[in-house]
């Protein structure tokens, strides 16, 4: 077996007393003080996380136009169109239109700065690598952690050490000195709250990461938590909600493609899966991925199986994730259903443990987006 | 009397009767629980017979029937309150009361001392 790698926090981690598990390779905390308390606090103040095992890549080329050019023939997403210093969300596609990957895209002057999944980032890096023209080169970044700061009072927090964290807005990427060094940062994140995502290099992530848990409102968060909160938010979590079966179509991430990339756009298609994907657009695909509520108590998790009502024989579709949502205070789901039974609001069935519970379709995010547009 | 069994459940006989739940180790280990289901009245169950779900934040688990024997009372305060598990797993947070047969069933469990050496 292979040991699992560890983030340059992992020191920290143990000595906060986090409860250390692998996850894609890595030895990082599910949990310090526990899911819930956790949860709650990145909802109210702050909650400081380690994501240093996800892939950060830097794409460069000759100009920008070519490296979004390259980027944009696997991605299809508008790239060129991305304003200096401004960040979007992406993924790369197969020639079935399914999702390889989810990422994020932020274009830093003529180079383009990747988050991948930790799970894909070899995939990905080979992928993007072999399909780059001659002058665009794809470098992983192997020698900076990224750390999460999320929640309402993650302005407040980061303002402490640099207040130029108070004029980003959401999506914006800027260069900010922090426990001083230059870090690579973005007003973003993964749990539905504002927040920024920040690329830090291995030696100074620790002085960082003290630095922010030195202020009172700044607690340490696990990978549970970052699970319940992106749940909440309404996020796909690839290899779960999204996987290279799903098209973005399917997933309900039509938004991320702009009108530029779609059927009739200045820059249509050309990437993979894009006849697929584009004839999608305009004619829905069978399934869909919705919100699901139980009315019940009872968490309903990944693979359990819905029906259109109790005695139906077949299944119309299966949840993706779910669990229970501790700022909703109830159990909630996602799930990839049958479109003509996706309508929020669409009384359901699910099979837990034998037995037919109702569930409801429901518009997500199952909590109000708190981000600083 | 108080028993424990090897995967954390505690026994205490009570009035004939034999009342379950998990130990505060076990509480402790599964963290915050959010949901149990318990099993209906009167069920019928064999010795390692599913006998409840309890949902964490984490993940859920199954809490194996102890004993053979009838459940004859369930706490049915942990529906609307399962945190009650965390809060007093000993007290409180009981799942279910069997009536059994054979009392002798609960030789083979453990008393406190040895459940403690088992958890270190």
Same mark, same amino acid.
């Given at each position: 077996?292979?040991?699992?790698?560890?983030?340059?926090?992992?020191?920290?981690?143990?000595?906060?007393?986090?409860?250390?598990?692998?996850?894609?390779?890595?030895?990082l905390p599910v949990q310090y003080m526990g899911v819930l308390p956790e949860h709650l606090h990145t909802r109210t103040k702050a909650g400081l996380f380690d994501v240093?095992?996800?892939?950060?890549?830097?794409?460069?080329?000759?100009?920008?136009?070519?490296?979004?050019?390259?980027?944009?023939?696997?991605?299809?997403?508008?790239?060129?169109?991305?304003?200096?210093?401004?960040?979007?969300?992406?993924?790369?596609?197969?020639?079935?239109?399914?999702?390889?990957?989810?990422?994020?895209?932020?274009?830093?002057?003529?180079?383009?700065?990747?988050?991948?999944?930790?799970?894909?980032?070899?995939?990905?890096?080979?992928?993007?690598?072999?399909?780059?023209?001659?002058?665009?080169?794809?470098?992983?970044?192997?020698?900076?952690?990224?750390l999460a700061l999320q929640g309402p009072l993650a302005?407040?927090?980061?303002?402490?050490?640099?207040?130029?964290?108070?004029?980003?807005?959401?999506?914006?990427?800027?260069?900010?000195?922090?426990?001083?060094?230059?870090?690579?940062?973005?007003?973003s994140g993964y749990t539905g709250e504002d927040g920024y995502e920040?690329?830090?290099?291995?030696?100074?992530?620790?002085?960082?990461?003290?630095?922010?848990?030195?202020?009172?409102?700044v607690a340490p968060i696990g990978l549970g938590a970052r699970d319940s909160l992106r749940l909440e938010a309404g996020l796909c979590l690839?290899?779960h909600d999204?996987?290279?079966?799903?098209?973005?179509?399917?997933?309900?991430?039509?938004?991320?493609?702009?009108?530029?990339?779609?059927?009739?756009?200045?820059?249509?298609?050309?990437?993979?899966?894009?006849?697929?994907?584009?004839?999608?657009?305009?004619?829905?695909?069978?399934?869909?991925?919705?919100g699901?509520?139980?009315?019940?108590?009872?968490p309903?998790?990944?693979?359990?199986?819905?029906?259109?009502?109790?005695?139906?024989?077949?299944?119309?579709?299966?949840?993706?994730s779910g669990g229970f949502g501790p700022t909703v205070q109830r159990p909630v789901a996602m799930?990839?259903?049958?479109?003509?039974?996706?309508?929020?609001?669409?009384?359901?069935?699910?099979?837990?443990?034998?037995?037919?519970?109702?569930?409801?379709?429901?518009?997500m995010p199952f909590i109000p987006a708190n981000f600083?547009? | 009397?108080?028993?424990?069994?090897?995967?954390?459940?505690?026994?205490? !006989?009570? @009035? *004939?009767?034999? %009342? &379950?739940?998990?130990?505060?180790? $076990? +509480?402790?280990?599964?963290?915050d629980?959010v949901?149990?289901?318990?099993?209906?009245?009167?069920?019928?169950? !064999?010795? @390692? *017979?599913?006998? %409840? &779900?309890?949902?964490?934040v984490k $993940? +859920?688990?199954?809490?194996?029937?102890?004993?053979?024997?009838?459940?004859?009372?369930?706490?049915?305060?942990?529906?609307?309150?399962?945190?009650? %598990?965390?809060?007093?797993?000993?007290?409180?947070?009981?799942?279910?009361?069997?009536?059994?047969?054979?009392?002798?069933?609960?030789?083979?469990?453990?008393?406190?001392?040895?459940?403690?050496?088992?958890?270190?």
């Amino acid at each position: 077996m292979d040991e699992n790698r560890k983030t340059p926090l992992f020191d920290l981690h143990v000595a906060l007393g986090g409860k250390i598990v692998g996850f894609a390779g890595y030895d990082l905390p599910v949990q310090y003080m526990g899911v819930l308390p956790e949860h709650l606090h990145t909802r109210t103040k702050a909650g400081l996380f380690d994501v240093s095992h996800m892939g950060q890549c830097v794409v460069t080329g000759p100009s920008f136009e070519a490296v979004a050019q390259a980027l944009e023939s696997l991605i299809p997403v508008d790239i060129a169109g991305l304003a200096d210093g401004r960040q979007r969300y992406g993924f790369l596609t197969n020639d079935a239109g399914g999702i390889r990957d989810d990422l994020m895209l932020a274009r830093r002057g003529d180079s383009v700065f990747m988050v991948v999944n930790a799970a894909c980032k070899a995939a990905d890096i080979a992928h993007i690598r072999a399909h780059l023209p001659d002058g665009v080169t794809l470098t992983e970044v192997t020698d900076r952690a990224l750390l999460a700061l999320q929640g309402p009072l993650a302005e407040d927090a980061l303002a402490t050490l640099n207040s130029a964290a108070r004029t980003m807005r959401f999506m914006d990427v800027v260069d900010m000195e922090l426990a001083g060094v230059t870090c690579w940062v973005s007003r973003s994140g993964y749990t539905g709250e504002d927040g920024y995502e920040i690329s830090v290099p291995d030696a100074l992530a620790e002085p960082l990461a003290r630095a922010l848990l030195d202020l009172p409102d700044v607690a340490p968060i696990g990978l549970g938590a970052r699970d319940s909160l992106r749940l909440e938010a309404g996020l796909c979590l690839y290899g779960h909600d999204i996987d290279d079966t799903t098209t973005p179509v399917a997933a309900g991430l039509t938004w991320a493609i702009q009108k530029v990339r779609r059927p009739g756009g200045a820059r249509a298609g050309g990437y993979p899966g894009a006849d697929i994907i584009g004839a999608e657009l305009a004619d829905a695909p069978a399934m869909a991925r919705v919100g699901l509520l139980p009315d019940g108590r009872a968490p309903m998790r990944e693979g359990v199986q819905i029906f259109a009502c109790a005695d139906a024989q077949t299944p119309i579709g299966r949840i993706t994730s779910g669990g229970f949502g501790p700022t909703v205070q109830r159990p909630v789901a996602m799930a990839l259903i049958d479109r003509g039974f996706a309508a929020p609001g669409t009384a359901l069935c699910a099979e837990l443990r034998g037995k037919r519970l109702p569930v409801t379709v429901a518009a997500m995010p199952f909590i109000p987006a708190n981000f600083k547009r | 009397m108080l028993k424990f069994t090897e995967e954390h459940e505690w026994l205490r !006989v009570e @009035d *004939d009767l034999v %009342v &379950v739940g998990i130990t505060e180790h $076990a +509480a402790t280990q599964l963290g915050d629980i959010v949901f149990v289901e318990l099993p209906d009245e009167g069920t019928v169950v !064999v010795k @390692d *017979d599913e006998a %409840v &779900v309890i949902e964490s934040v984490k $993940a +859920a688990s199954d809490i194996l029937a102890p004993l053979s024997g009838e459940i004859v009372e369930v706490n049915t305060t942990l529906n609307d309150n399962p945190g009650l %598990v965390n809060d007093d797993p000993i007290g409180d947070g009981w799942f279910f009361k069997m009536a059994v047969e054979d009392m002798s069933q609960l030789d083979e469990y453990l008393d406190e001392a040895d459940y403690k050496k088992l958890i270190g």
